[in-house]
């Protein structure tokens, strides 16, 4: 009688030690690890001056090749402003001809003539919609005239993309213009070759074939 | 050579089992589950000492800290023959950080998949990223329809291309299944993974719906000096194998302020990028003023990734 009794405490107070560990080790699974002193957050100082957003300048080569050869042997270079000063402008071309002097230019841009976008005063030049010349570089400008909305989100940072910072209290960002990404006479992105597929390793499934 | 028990591992290793049995005792839950991890012991190499009875990376003090990331620089240079800076990159009060998308201008071409698999020191031969791009029927959004196989010349008639990473939800599912606290979302959205605690049992990676996590079935195979030198203990160290990884919005960069890769390498300029707590970002020109869509919205976990057309 007496050791039962003992047995039956003994076993209930077994029984009351492990739950306690149990408890004990799932409390502190569940415990959530805390941060020490200031670890949380960066510590790093902030500061209120800004750096400069840049968008990238076009270098544009104005002097081509006529197709004729000097006395040195070397091809006579010309401007497009020296060559085109004995031309008569032609307000009207909306193509180029295959066999003319700007052969091999693809043009597609809307139903626009040439001269919507360069000048004829000065072949060197672009003009705004207003008449006034522009740099042959300041084509972001130009675009923008007609573009208004991807103008706007270009200056909003949401066209065109970025590369540098998000935060400019830390660090400049670069832009690229217009013409980095959309040739002005055949703007529309053309296809490009996609990098390769991912490949399987060992024991990985493909993830569309899982059951979501 | 991976010793697949105890009894093989070499002398100064020890394996989370053996140490079980001394120790089990002493130890938390959460570090009962992590030895009893199904892959752990034969995917994860074996672990020495100290790195067994490293603390959580939470509960590491700065002195203790320098010498966890001092350790995997050491492991980097016998391994891989790299030197490599390994950073404790935290969170700024007041950033929460926003990816949005523009599926109108993205062409497909995998440039962003291309450049996660360069900046984040993924495996070589498998080709390693933490970004897939789907080719999905225009007119539908479902993601499971995508086709991530695609090849040659794009965009393709008819398709756009859905690029999918981790959404660095609000309501993480990951987070909450992992049963060791080896992941969890930090202060500015980013949920991160911290691959010295992960055991590699792969529940977050079954509990993500955008499939985004991703096991790492081997140890990375990386030429010397392809290897990113910048590197972020929660980031784009190189991870040991047999541990879960995710995309963590290169926070080596970004939480110094600077782009992540993926959208640096974008051509198209489709990726925008910022803090959502201020409203003059770009990521929140576009919330506040397009129609953005979320990717199974239904499920009520908040993304901090966005798609907009245009």
Sequence with gaps: MKREWGGIVFSLGLAVVLAGTGVLLVLDGLREPSWPDDRRFSREETSSRLNREEVRMPEVELAMATGETGPDGQPVMQTCAECHADRRPNPHARSISSKGFHAGMDYHHGAQSCLTCHDMKNYDKLHTVAGRPLSMSNSLKLCSQCHVFQHRDFVDGVHGGMSGHWDLTRGGRQRQTCIDCHDPHHPATPPVEAEPPPVLVRGETEPEEKTP | MKP??????????????????????????????????????????????????????????????????????????????????????????????????????????????????????????????????????????????????????VPREGRFYLPVQCHQCEHPPCVDVCPVEATWREDDGIVVVDYDWCIGCRYCEAACPYHARKFNWRKPAIPKDEINPDQSYLGNRIRPAGVIEKCHFCLHRTREGRLPACLEACPTGARVFGNLLDPSSAVRKVIDHRRVYVLKEELGLKPNFFYFFD
């Design chain 2, 4 to 153: 697949v028990c105890a009894c093989h591992a070499k002398p100064g290793a020890i394996s989370r089992r053996t140490a079980l049995k001394g120790a089990g005792a002493m130890l938390g839950a959460a570090a009962f589950a992590k030895a009893l991890a199904p892959l752990a012991n034969w995917a994860r190499e074996e672990l020495t000492v100290e790195e067994f009875v490293q603390k959580h990376y939470r509960e590491l003090d700065a002195e203790g800290l320098k010498q966890v990331l001092a350790r995997h620089e050491r492991s980097a240079l016998e391994d891989y023959g790299a030197e490599v800076t390994i950073g404790d990159h935290r969170p700024r009060e007041g950033v929460v950080f926003g990816y949005a998308l523009n599926l109108g201008v993205c062409i497909g071409c995998r440039k962003c998949v291309e450049a996660c698999h360069r900046e984040n020191n993924h495996d070589r031969p498998g080709r390693g990223s933490y970004i897939r791009v789907l080719e999905m029927e225009k007119g539908s959004m479902d993601l499971e329809k995508g086709n991530a196989r695609y090849e040659g010349l």
